[in-house]
């Protein structure tokens, strides 16, 4: 099944310990982008990456790491979580950069830090 | 950059009625817009979207309407259903179009049966 994957689903942590998030998809897809989701603000972008070892930010990047080092694999990097990091977290991929631009959307990992 | 406004953040209506959501943008080189449907618990879910060379498009009982001049454009239901009822979402893109994206900040319908 075609699908994107996130791990874990729901993460509760601490200030300042470094977590990762894993988002995998399985449709050879070139672009994968990650968005946090917060009440009344909608979703926003955090970063991007339009192929293996190509990534870019969006508009709120700040606080996060990513790398692409493989087509597959698009892990997110919180080296020191802070509260204001407590949202639900999406992964999304795309074939590519132009033509074609839906996006398939993972379900989604709900952090917590406290 | 892009600042994208949804209008209402909320929208009951009874089944079989219609529903329109409202969204405007405030860059005028965006030149794609997708509506995304989000049901609880999921992630997105693309249920139609438009380029800025078009002014309208349908699918089944789903419409969207671009107005570039104004810089909005809107979302349609007809004949709305229960399992309509979810969060859905506007969103533009810039140009390098398909990489940025600008989400509203969502409007959760609720269709009455």
């Known amino acids: 099944e075609a699908q994107v994957t996130q791990n874990p689903r729901y993460l509760i942590t601490v200030t300042g310990k470094k977590l990762t998030v894993t988002c995998s998809q399985n449709m050879n897809h070139e672009y994968m982008s990650w968005y946090r989701q917060d009440p009344g603000l909608g979703l926003r972008q955090i970063y991007y990456?339009?192929?293996?070892?190509?990534?870019d930010k969006g508009d709120v990047p700040e606080g996060y790491k990513v790398s692409r080092k493989e087509k597959r694999n698009f892990p997110l990097i919180l080296e020191s979580p802070s509260p204001n990091q407590t949202s639900l977290y999406f992964c999304?991929?795309?074939?590519?950069?132009?033509?074609?631009?839906?996006?398939?959307f993972g379900p989604g990992t709900r952090l917590t830090v406290t | 950059g892009e600042n994208v406004e949804q209008h209402p953040s909320t929208l009951s209506v009874q089944e079989g009625d219609s529903a329109v959501i409202k969204c405007t943008y405030s860059d005028s080189a965006s030149n794609y817009f997708p509506w995304y449907k989000q049901e609880l618990g999921k992630g997105p879910q693309l249920i139609i979207d438009?380029?800025?060379?078009?002014g309208e498009k349908k699918d089944q009982r789903i419409a969207v309407t671009l107005n570039k001049t104004a810089k909005h454009f809107s979302l349609h239901i007809t004949e709305t259903q229960p399992e309509d009822s979810a969060v859905y979402f506007c969103a533009a893109s810039i140009p390098p179009t398909g990489n940025q994206f600008y989400f509203g900040t969502g409007t959760s319908l609720t269709v009455i049966p």
């Open positions: 438009i380029r800025s060379n078009v």
């Open positions: 990456s339009m192929n293996v070892e190509v990534t």
């Open positions: 999304a991929s795309k074939p590519g950069t132009s033509g074609n631009y839906e996006q398939y």
